[in-house]
């Protein structure tokens, strides 16, 4: 089975503070996601990558980036924490099918991360 | 842009109930790419379906059911002879073809709570 992990299941950062959200994925997978969910909102994308060191801007990137140095893992940095990120953030990974233009795999999601900026 | 609604935010159901979800979809694209994602309380979405937009043929899988209908721009999802452990968030999403890195764009999701 696809194994996508998130290295923390609650977070509690203060306002300002540098945040990094990391995400590791064990099926080669070339698609990585960064996705919020708020209540009524559904997930909103953030950032997504479909290659090591590719990245492309999602919905709502203000304040966050991302780094892909490796093709396993997919981090989120949140510069500078305010309280309006406060947001469960789930990552997520998929097979590309013929090219980064490519059909659409099914995404495989991470157990999220529930961050708290106070 | 593609835009995905669900319009049902959440819906409560007796078990052995049936329930649809609705979902209603905007796209400029004819080729795309529809899926329904389940969220139960631990909180990993897990893949249901996906549905390409040249394929109408509805689909069942076991109690789950769906109706692609192009010409109203809807792709709805019945849970025929509910359970309990049906109970979730259910999110209805869009890919257009041919987009880089294959993003999907998400409803705001429908809770259903199936009471015993």
């Known amino acids: 089975d696809v194994k996508v992990t998130q290295s923390s299941r609650y977070l509690v950062k203060r306002t300002g503070e540098k945040v990094f959200l990391e995400c590791v994925q064990d099926?080669?997978?070339?698609?990585m996601f960064w996705y919020r969910q708020d209540p009524g909102l559904g997930l909103r994308l953030i950032y997504f990558?479909?290659?090591?060191?590719?990245?492309e801007k999602g919905d709502i990137p203000e304040g966050y980036s991302v780094s892909r140095e490796k093709k396993e893992r997919f981090s989120l940095i949140l510069e500078s924490a305010s309280t309006n990120q406060t947001s469960m953030y789930l990552c997520?990974?998929?097979?590309?099918?013929?090219?980064?233009?490519?059909?659409?795999?099914?995404?495989?999601f991470g157990s999220g991360t529930q961050l708290s900026v106070l | 842009a593609q835009k995905v609604t669900q319009a049902q935010t959440e819906i409560s159901v007796v078990e052995k109930e049936d329930v649809t979800l609705d979902c209603v979809y905007e796209?400029?694209?004819?080729?795309?790419?529809l899926f329904w994602y389940k969220q139960p309380p631990s909180g990993e979405l897990v893949f249901l379906i996906r549905r390409n937009s040249f394929d109408e043929q509805n689909e069942i899988s076991g109690r789950y059911s769906w109706n692609f209908q192009k010409s109203t721009s809807s792709f709805n999802f019945t849970i025929t002879a509910s359970q309990v452990v049906d109970s979730a968030v259910y999110f209805c999403?869009?890919?257009?073809?041919?987009?880089?890195?294959?993003?999907?764009?998400f409803g705001g999701g429908t809770r259903v709570l199936v009471k015993p």
């Open positions: 990558s479909y290659d090591v060191k590719m990245k």
């Open positions: 999403a869009l890919s257009e073809f041919g987009a880089a890195g294959n993003k999907l764009t």
């Open positions: 997520a990974s998929s097979l590309i099918r013929g090219g980064i233009r490519g059909t659409n795999e099914k995404l495989f």
């Open positions: 099926m080669d997978h070339e698609n």
């Open positions: 796209t400029r694209d004819t080729t795309y790419y």
